[in-house]
């Protein structure tokens, strides 16, 4: 069964920087474009980066390029997000997911909240 | 960047009643490849996104027959035969033809 599972959210200060993990399982990670899908409180669903199965093919959304990273290890299996120069839009649950658009199956990790706050 | 605008964005239902969400793009969501990459999502509360359908009209394995997907080129709609409770929440249209993929949004099913 594949499973995506996040952490690393928390409460943080204007400014601060926080890292985000996606740990994968039961799929053929390697082979898999990976995507971090923001959602802030009670709003919509918003694609912040993309990253290809080999690393490349990294893209974000204007609203965090210049201070956001995403990367993979597929050696273990597992997405990352850096978030630095974090601002109090940036607040919000923090999803990982293959966002897949053909007959393969999807998978949407649990969510990471991520609060900044002073 | 595709824009997505569905509609409506509330839609107060009676159970056992039928319901329809409209998802218009702001362009053709024809790919080159000649397929559309449409998908339907479904969140409950407290819950994450789960995919319904894709490609305008393929449902997920373990999806209900009484959700279906139609449309093309710009206008899609997705209708339940026949709701029921546990298909109340938000659902949203995304489109996959573009980068970046980009969801509409939302749409609020609720009882009336």
């Given at each position: 069964e594949m499973q995506l599972v996040e952490s690393g959210g928390d409460l943080v200060q204007p400014g601060g920087s926080l890292r985000l993990s996606c740990a994968a399982s039961g799929?053929?990670?390697?082979?898999?474009?990976?995507?971090?899908?923001?959602?802030?409180?009670?709003?919509?669903?918003?694609?912040?980066s993309r990253i290809k199965g080999d690393g490349s093919g990294i893209s974000y959304a204007e609203s965090v390029k210049g201070r956001f990273t995403v990367s993979r290890d597929n050696a273990k299996k597992t997405l990352y997000l850096?978030?630095?120069?974090?601002?109090?839009?940036?607040?919000?649950?923090?999803?990982?997911?293959?966002l897949t658009v053909g007959v393969t199956s999807d998978c949407w990790g649990q969510g990471t909240l991520v609060t900044v706050s002073s | 960047d595709v824009v997505m605008t569905q509609s409506p964005l509330s839609l107060p239902v009676t159970l056992g009643q039928p319901a329809s969400?409209?998802?218009?793009?702001?362009?053709?969501?024809v790919h080159t490849d000649g397929n559309i990459y449409l998908n339907w999502f479904q969140q409950r509360p407290g819950q994450s996104p789960r995919r319904l359908i894709y490609?305008?009209?393929?449902?997920?394995?373990?999806?209900?027959?009484?959700?279906?997907?139609?449309?093309?080129?710009t206008d899609f709609t997705l209708k339940i035969s026949r709701v029921e409770a546990e298909d109340l929440g938000v659902y949203y249209c995304m489109q996959g033809t573009q980068w970046p993929k980009t969801f509409g949004q939302g749409t609020k099913v609720e009882i009336k």
């Open positions: 799929f053929p990670f390697s082979e898999f474009w990976m995507f971090w899908v923001r959602q802030a409180p009670g709003k919509g669903l918003i694609q912040i850096q978030m630095n120069s974090l601002r109090a839009e940036d607040t919000g649950v923090y999803y990982c997911t293959t | 969400i409209s998802c218009r793009s702001s362009q053709s969501l490609k305008v009209s393929n449902r997920d394995s373990g999806v209900p027959d009484r959700f279906s997907g139609s449309g093309s080129g």
